[in-house]
Nanobody, 123 residues
Framework: VQLQASGGGLVQAGGSLRLSCLAS????????MGWFRQAPGEGREIVAH????????WYADSVKGRFTASRDSATNTLYLQMNKLKPEDTAVYYC?????????????????WGQGTQVTVSS
């Protein structure tokens, strides 16, 4: 499985961005996908994870109500719509895929990772 993330950029606080993650290769092996982020000097944190087949989605409290993950099954693309962005959302965002149902909250449990896309929110 190959993952290619895109859509990051610079936006003012209160603005919106939509990240995309194109999955290719053995996408039939994917059980779930996640969005993670890592701010400068901080550890990686999970933002959301979603079932690849059932689209059941979980969000971190810090983004709940502002971010929405969705999937286009026709193009094997995972999206993260980010609204009402805050400076503390500034980070490199990564998409990841895993082939088993367990430990979807844990980055180390994911099997495949995209290259990361920078999101910068100015105050």
């Amino acid at each position: 499985v190959q993952l290619q993330a895109s859509g990051g950029g610079l936006v003012q606080a209160g603005g919106s961005l939509r990240l995309s993650c194109l999955a290719s290769g053995r996408t039939g092996d994917i059980y779930a996908m996640g969005w993670f982020r890592q701010a400068p000097g901080e550890g990686r944190e999970i933002v959301a994870h979603t079932g690849w087949r059932n689209s059941k989605t979980w969000y971190a409290d810090s983004v709940k109500g502002r971010f929405t993950a969705s999937r286009d099954s026709a193009t094997n693309t995972l999206y993260l719509q980010m609204n009402k962005l805050k400076p503390e959302d500034t980070a490199v965002y990564y998409c990841a895929a895993k082939t088993s149902p367990d430990y979807q909250m844990i980055g180390g449990a994911y099997d495949y990772w995209g290259q990361g896309t920078q999101v910068t929110v100015s105050s």
